[in-house]
């Protein structure tokens, strides 16, 4: 007898698929795996830019026979404003791994795959199984976040320290007693987050909040009081010299004056948590409803979300640090912010089908974000010349006293800091070649015969120029640049194969 065939089947199964793949650790795994080869077919896409040669610099590339010493050492003098965390375990890597570009960039990368663990972790220990996956997958397709994957920053580290704290505290929480590994553990997560960006006391106040006015003062509670209290008092020695720095931090003129006002940095940091797409400040009103009800993981995520968040808009009003590039210290409250979501999400009807739909729309938002608004906004050698294809591909090339000339609107190439010379001289002063490439916004301020002057005065001197530029920017430079070439130099060559990059040489004598 053929068995009867009920419409809600098909249903059915594919409730059944969904279960076994937000429930399967191997499905997180693949989520990791796919992240980490998509980061790493990026590494070489980009030059390192000038806060990536600051964290090399400081971390021992151009001092390799210097050790943890040196690397204090910089900091202290050159740094103040800067807490140690991340160039010592970036100076390490060096040293076990590699010091090249490439083999620093993975330590990012590394971080990065390693806080999508954690989110995973503490998704499922505070809201449940699907929460974890979900999680996972919210925090690897946040368009803002996927940035700092590949810049020679702590921004993931600062993520992933975040979440091993939270993870850390909330499983000491739930604890009936701490246990003294836990304890130890949740004492050193806390020295490691405090020591990896000054920011880190916006969630460690929060942290703090919720620990002294919403949990229950049981012996449990003074234990992990304890903890806190130890890993507080080993940021001690540093604290001195981060009081040195602030002067510096705060005291630029310009950075001020570009600061945003408390309403802009509150609307700047929710909108790239939750992908630019604001139906997703929906279920923070369903969320809040479940703190009303005294659901202690509710409360909880609240009362860290609204302390951190107060935290950076009262430091930025006081001292005027945080611009719309400089959203990245704010880093550490989209996990925050995802898990609320999830946590709203999590008692409404049709929850499957419900969610499946949310997170479809989560992954379009982003990616929409991303075409709209670019990397190129907070990292700026993403959207600039390859440089260093550029450099690659004429090193065996390049005459001493060559000159490389050009325009960019991303990339600074001249910017110096105190602990090194700067991106043209990294890429291409042991070639003995001059750069000249110009900026956009600079060159935007003057006239055409205000720009062909400057440029008959670069090429004086030279006897062969390399010009280099996007084939998609201006024609008005384009034309300018090879109108001062055309009247004293022949084109002997052109390359136009590395990432849409034109690459000319002009010479003044015969190609022959």
Not at 108 to 117: D, Q
Not at 122 to 143: C, K, P, Q, Y
Not at 280 to 286: R, S
Not at 500 to 505: E, H, K, P, Q
Request: aromatic share 14%.
């Amino acid at each position: 007898m053929k068995s009867k065939h009920h419409p809600e089947q098909p249903l059915r199964r594919m409730t059944r698929c969904y279960d076994r793949l937000v429930h399967s650790w191997l499905t997180a795994a693949a989520i990791l795996f796919a992240v980490f080869a998509f980061a790493v077919c990026l590494l070489d896409d980009y030059p390192i830019y000038v806060d990536g040669l600051f964290s090399m610099a400081t971390a021992g590339y151009f001092d390799q026979a210097a050790g943890i010493d040196g690397v204090l050492d910089r900091l202290m003098v050159k740094s103040q404003q800067h807490v140690p965390g991340y160039f010592l375990v970036l100076h390490v890597w060096g040293k076990l791994v590699n010091w090249s570009p490439l083999a620093l960039k993975l330590l990012s990368v590394f971080f990065g795959i390693t806080s999508l663990a954690l989110i995973y972790r503490l998704g499922r220990s505070l809201i449940g199984r699907e929460a974890g996956f979900l999680a996972a997958v919210m925090l690897a397709s946040l368009a803002f976040y996927n940035i700092w994957y590949l810049p020679i920053r702590m921004y993931t580290m600062f993520v992933a320290a975040a979440l091993l704290l939270l993870w850390l505290y909330f499983r000491a929480l739930h604890s009936r007693q701490a246990t003294r590994a836990e304890l130890a553990a949740l004492c050193l997560a806390c020295v490691l987050f405090v020591y990896t960006h000054i920011f880190s006391l916006a969630m460690l106040c929060a942290i703090g909040v919720h620990h002294i006015f919403f949990v229950a003062k049981t012996r449990n509670w003074f234990l992990i009081s304890g903890a806190f209290l130890v890993a507080g008092l080993a940021f001690l020695p540093w604290l001195g010299i981060l009081i040195q720095g602030t002067a510096y931090a705060t005291g630029r003129a310009e950075q001020a004056i570009s600061a945003l006002s408390s309403l802009d940095l509150l609307w700047a940091i929710t909108s790239l948590g939750i992908n630019a797409s604001h139906l997703f400040l929906l279920p923070f009103a369903l969320v809040a409803a479940r703190a009303l009800k005294r659901d202690r993981t509710a409360i909880a995520l609240w009362v860290i979300l609204l302390v951190t968040m107060a935290f950076y808009i009262l430091v930025n009003y006081a001292l005027g640090v945080i611009d719309y590039p400089r959203t990245r210290y704010a880093v550490i409250v989209f996990p925050l912010m995802i898990l609320l979501i999830l946590k709203g999400l999590e008692a409404l009807p049709r929850k499957r089908t419900l969610l499946l739909g949310i997170l479809l729309f989560w992954l379009a938002s982003g990616l929409l974000f991303q075409r709209r608004v670019g990397a190129g906004q907070f990292v700026r050698s993403y959207n600039t010349l390859p440089i260093h294809l550029v450099e690659r591909h004429l090193r065996d090339d390049f005459l001493e006293g060559d000159l490389l000339t050009g325009w960019s609107d991303g990339l600074n190439l001249y910017f110096e800091s105190v602990v090194y010379s700067g991106v043209a001289d990294f890429y291409f002063a042991k070639h003995g070649v001059d750069v000249a490439i110009e900026h956009t916004y600079e060159l935007g301020k003057s006239d055409d015969d205000s720009i062909a002057a400057m440029l008959r005065g670069k090429l004086n001197g030279h006897q062969r120029v390399w010009l280099v530029y996007e084939l998609d920017e201006s024609e008005r430079y384009e034309t300018l640049w090879q109108g001062a070439l055309h009247s004293q130099f022949e084109r002997c060559r052109r390359d136009d194969d590395i990432q849409n990059v034109s690459i000319a040489l002009y010479q003044r004598s015969s190609c022959d």
